[in-house]
């Protein structure tokens, strides 16, 4: 397995060509967002990762809160400095350690959440620093002036956005160069590409990293009716995986896994190929070896022009998947 160092964006950051996000690997509160997670197994997962060239984590401190960042914290101890950090920052926490589901990003909590952040994660600094959501009572240009600092100060290393308009990015931008922004990407989900913000991103030689390449799951063929999910998964609430979608969206996947078949991958592996063909990081998200390991595989399947069109023919560009979150989440998104 060939797993390359890529830059992700213009600003000097080397990261491999596919990362791990680690969001699963912990519950949320009471819950788990995919099903129940096994902490060594999960920690097993960073270290092969890293075994096999893989060495870009994603976590944030809403994941638990805070235990996403204190498992990693556990998986890189000894050798913080062989791996690439991402985490986020926005959605606010309290002294009490609970999510209010506010979003905040004054200069105040950016200096609030950075400090409890480095203390998760047991380091003295994070390679790539995102703000995870908008705050809209809050100018971005008050909120990267204060992660900037972050930059000076040897805190943070780079600065990224996650689900922002292009009108946000440039904003941004013109504050402190961004290096990467983060949006779900996948064949269900290609809004960034219809609202412009990949070739805003282009122009501006800022990185895409892509959450949910295999659509939630969807993509990976192995769920099959809503019973598939663990009765506390977050995915039962979303739009897709409602019956006004769902078994739509089992044909479209029944016809990407025909051409899987003929290629003799499984259908993942073609759905992270066809999201790393156009340039782009995914960072699929397991919290097991075996998974890992598969979803690896496809840094080096090269998808021809054929297959391509094949493909995007099947889930043409504005085909209706079912939006990817609840009405509550998607309001949020910029």
Request: include cysteine; charge should be negative.
């Amino acid at each position: 397995m060939d797993i390359k160092k890529i830059k992700l964006g213009t600003q000097g950051l080397e990261v491999a060509e596919m990362g791990l996000g680690c969001m699963g690997m912990t519950g949320f509160e009471d819950a788990h967002m995919y099903g129940p997670a096994d902490e060594q197994e999960a920690i097993a997962t960073i270290h092969r990762s890293l075994e096999l060239g893989g060495n870009f984590l994603d976590t944030a401190d809403l994941y638990g809160p805070f235990k996403n960042e204190q498992l990693i914290a556990k998986a890189i101890a000894g050798k913080r400095n062989q791996y690439t950090i991402a985490t986020k920052f926005g959605w606010e926490i309290n002294d009490e350690n609970k999510v209010t589901w506010a979003i905040k990003a004054t200069k105040a909590y950016v200096k609030k959440s950075v400090e409890r952040s480095l203390k998760n994660l047991n380091t003295d600094y994070i390679d790539l620093y995102y703000l995870h959501r908008l705050d809209r009572n809050t100018p971005i240009e008050e909120t990267v002036g204060a992660m900037a600092e972050l930059v000076k100060e040897g805190k943070i290393g780079y600065i990224g956005l996650s689900e922002v308009s292009s009108e946000t990015v440039r904003s941004a931008h013109a504050v402190h160069p961004v290096t990467a922004v983060q949006s779900e990407y996948s064949l269900f989900e290609r809004t960034v590409e219809e609202r412009g913000v990949l070739e805003t991103l282009k122009s501006l030689g800022i990185g895409f990293v892509a959450y949910s390449p295999l659509g939630r799951g969807f993509l990976s063929g192995a769920i099959k009716s809503i019973d598939d999910l663990p009765e506390n998964d977050f995915r039962r609430a979303i739009p897709r995986f409602q019956e006004e979608h769902f078994h739509k969206n089992i044909k479209l996947v029944e016809a990407i896994n025909n051409l899987a078949d003929e290629k003799n991958i499984t259908p993942a592996q073609l759905a992270l190929a066809w999201v790393m063909s156009k340039g782009i990081l995914p960072i699929p998200g397991t919290k097991r070896r075996k998974y890992l390991e598969q979803n690896l595989v496809a840094a080096n399947i090269q998808l021809s022009d054929a297959d391509l069109l094949r493909l995007e023919s099947i889930v043409p560009l504005g085909t209706d998947t079912g939006k990817p979150y609840d009405e509550f989440s998607m309001g949020l998104i910029d």
